[in-house]
């Protein structure tokens, strides 16, 4: 299915996805040459259901609080189909988890998915929140240091969601998404105002929902 279709999706035309793998890490150690930076990025799906409740997932971690976890970015997902697509342009596998997600999935845009829409996965309530803006770790995991804008200028960002509702959750589960806001600002659009055209601003800002962190970030960047 494709997600596209559901621009104007309103509740009683939910979009249905499906969630590949769950993945989960612990931050690790990395030596990078200059200094030794601890990460959490490494993550492998895991079996059975899992416990989503706080700001993660049972048995996932983040290494740098500061600028990981936390309500806001409780959960990362990403979008098999846009692993597929980098696994095309780098020519080499990369599979689920390969960006730190800890929810790959199947059959949802989540590059696209509009801040404040819902998705409804096992017995959780998520809520879309901000797109990943990325950081030198991401470089690290991919052995290439013009990653960061090689990632920002793809505009396939993922999502972090929030959680309205703990649960459980597990490879297989359906995602239905739902309660779109009608403002149409989505993670691309965030992203992208931030790292590849600051006149997209105004338009990022339309959305109530835009966390005020970054609103302030965006302020200074205008």
Known sequence: MDAGDHDHGHDDDPVRGRL????????????TGR??????????????????????????????????GGPNKAVYAYAIEETARWEEELGRPLGPGAWGENLTTEGVDVSGAVLGERWQIGTTLLEVVQPRLPCFKLALKMEDPTFVRRFAMASRPGAYLKILEEGEIGAGDEIEVSGRPDHGVDVRLVADAFMLDHSLIPHAKEAPQLLDNLREQMDQLA
């Open 20 to 31: 590949i793998s769950v993945n989960v890490g612990v931050p690790k150690r990395i030596d």
């Open 35 to 68: 200094r030794i930076v601890e990460t959490a990025i490494w993550k492998d799906p895991v079996e059975g259901r899992v416990k989503l409740r706080g700001v993660n997932l049972d048995g996932d971690r983040q290494a740098d609080l500061t600028v990981h």
